[in-house]
């Protein structure tokens, strides 16, 4: 499955002299190393001298690095300098803060600090509310982790987290406009984690929960949502959910097949495979059957936690027990959010006619597309070099510009089937194919239907302080 990618891109500056055939040495010797070049840029020329930057794509680090090797070979050919264009990005960090108003003059200064930002406090302490007009507060999210569930690195950390938290803050802001900073927390104590973002909550306008392990993450976000005045939103379990059901509604519009009728096994009983089943059981699913490592989650099994409970009491109306090979018999959907290979090609050949895989594993799904592709109707992943992308991108910029333009309290139900009914109805069901179920992360209509629809839903549900849409237009 591996495949070259920007992600391993390395920057080659290499010397050699300008001669017939020089160039030809270089790209060949790239391309017998299986190198992709993606760029070939002059830096200077002196004398007889060229030197030229080889931007090329590798498999991994261990690839990028033959490569190098392969390139020394070369006869005449000095190899100046490498780098990873990935680092390069990163160092320094990726965002920055900028000021709104420049300060240039006395007058500048003294209204926007003292003696003129007195009288702005003192507003605000009379009406706490008038903070969400008054600062950053109005257009900013906190997005809050400690480290202990990072993308597919596991328990790595709060400072080593912070570089996901930044990109997550930059995708706020490159889709929705949204201002995000990243604050990652030393510590993973519950109880620490809820008292911390309580104390933060005055500066923000809603709080983005991120990378924090099960079942830690559904605990701290329950009691946050109803102890904050502002939105406390996991997207690890929501923002998979929603883009979860607005690809699975799509799927069903494609086959032809009723939410209400299908049977739909669930692979992974964490917060996210828990979420995915709220939700879905919210928009109309009667029949899905949840599994864990051991198999189906079921009515009357004893030592389980909450979470589990809550699935064995409220899926699986038929109380089914057995393997995955097992239960996904007859079944009309998978849907995994486990870990990689669990699935087979045999399992996929026991589902009903037309059947839909959604394996969003991470950085390796359920079962190889390549492998499941002759067997399966529509199949989705959560990778961005196949098809059917089910990237939580879709949901949070739009969802926290909508509760930030009606300062919401919270994010509920009806939000969430909102976003994903706006995120599913960007494609037409004319233009729907098996390998469009699903918008582009890039199509930038997404976010501002999302925010629209979620504005919407607070203002219907009493949710909403502001009680007209803010107008807010993304550049």
């Given at each position: ?8 891109a390395?920057t ?17 010797a ?6 992709a070049?993606g ?5 200077n020329i ?8 080889f ?13 190098v090797?392969c390139?020394?070979?070369v006869?005449g050919l ?9 680092f390069?990005?990163?160092l320094g ?7 709104k108003?420049?300060i ?12 003129g930002v007195a ?9 706490p ?5 008054l600062?950053?507060r ?13 993308l597919?690195?596991g328990?790595?950390?709060?400072r ?13 802001k ?5 201002d995000?900073?990243?604050?990652c927390?030393d ?26 392990s ?10 946050l949502?109803?102890?904050?005045e ?8 929501h923002?998979?959910?929603i883009?979860?059901l607005a ?6 519009r494609?086959?032809?097949k ?10 992974g ?7 995915i089943c709220k939700l879905?059981?919210t ?9 864990d490592r051991?198999?189906?989650l079921?009515?009357?099994?004893t ?12 899926t ?10 097992e239960?996904i ?5 998978f849907?995994?959010v ?5 699935l087979?090609?045999d399992?996929?050949?026991s ?6 895989v959604?394996a969003?594993?991470n950085?390796?799904p ?6 499941a ?7 989705a ?20 510009r ?20 706006a ?5 037409p ?8 179920i ?6 930038r209509r ?13 203002l ?13 237009h993304?550049?």
């Open positions: 499955m591996t495949q070259h990618s920007p992600t391993y390395i080659i500056r290499l010397r050699y002299a300008d001669a017939p055939g020089a160039m030809g040495k270089i790209t060949t790239i391309g017998d190393a299986d190198g070049i760029a070939v840029d002059i830096v002196a004398g007889h001298a060229i030197s030229r930057d931007t090329v794509n590798a498999k991994d680090v261990e690839h990028g690095k033959r490569i090797e390139l020394r070979q006869e000095e190899v100046v300098h490498v780098s990873d264009r990935v390069l990005m990163h960090g990726k965002i920055e803060v900028l000021s108003s420049p240039k003059t006395r007058d500048d200064l003294s209204m926007a600090y003292t003696p009288r702005v406090c003192n507003s605000i302490a009379a009406d509310d008038a903070s969400f007009a600062t950053i109005q257009n900013t999210v906190a997005v809050v982790s400690d480290g202990s569930a990072v597919g690195l328990n790595i950390g709060p080593a987290a912070m570089p996901v938290m930044e990109g997550k803050a930059m995708l706020f490159e889709f929705a406009g949204v995000a900073f990243p604050i927390l510590t993973q104590d519950t109880e620490e984690i809820i008292r911390i973002v309580q104390c933060l909550a005055p500066t923000f306008g809603g709080i983005n929960l991120e990378d924090i099960a079942p830690r993450c559904i605990e701290i976000e329950e009691r949502d109803k102890q904050l502002i939105p406390v939103f996991h997207d690890d379990q923002g998979t959910a883009v979860v690809g699975l509604k799509n799927s069903l494609r086959i032809g009723a939410m209400s009728q299908v049977r739909i096994v669930i692979n009983a964490g917060a996210a495979g828990t979420a879905l059981i928009s109309g699913a009667r029949n899905i059957i949840a599994c051991s198999g189906a079921h009515s009357g099994e030592e389980l936690d909450a979470t589990k409970e809550w699935l064995a009491q409220n699986n109306p038929e109380a089914v027990s057995g393997s995955l090979s239960v018999r007859g079944a009309d959907v849907i995994g486990s870990a990689a290979d669990v087979t090609v399992d996929i050949k589902m009903n006619n037309d059947p839909i959604f969003l594993a950085p390796d359920e079962i190889n597309p390549s492998l592709g002759p067997h399966v109707r529509i199949m992943t959560g990778r961005s070099d196949f098809p059917n992308q089910i990237n939580n991108v879709l949901c949070f910029p739009g969802l926290f909508g509760v930030l333009n009606v300062r919401a309290t919270t994010v509920n139900n009806e939000m969430k089937v909102a976003a994903a009914d995120i599913a109805d960007v494609i069901p004319s233009d729907l194919l098996d390998d469009y699903i918008p582009s992360v890039f199509d997404v976010a501002q239907v999302v925010a629209q629809a979620v504005s919407t839903a607070a219907e549900t009493g949710v909403a302080r502001r009680k007209t849409k803010a107008a807010y993304l550049s």
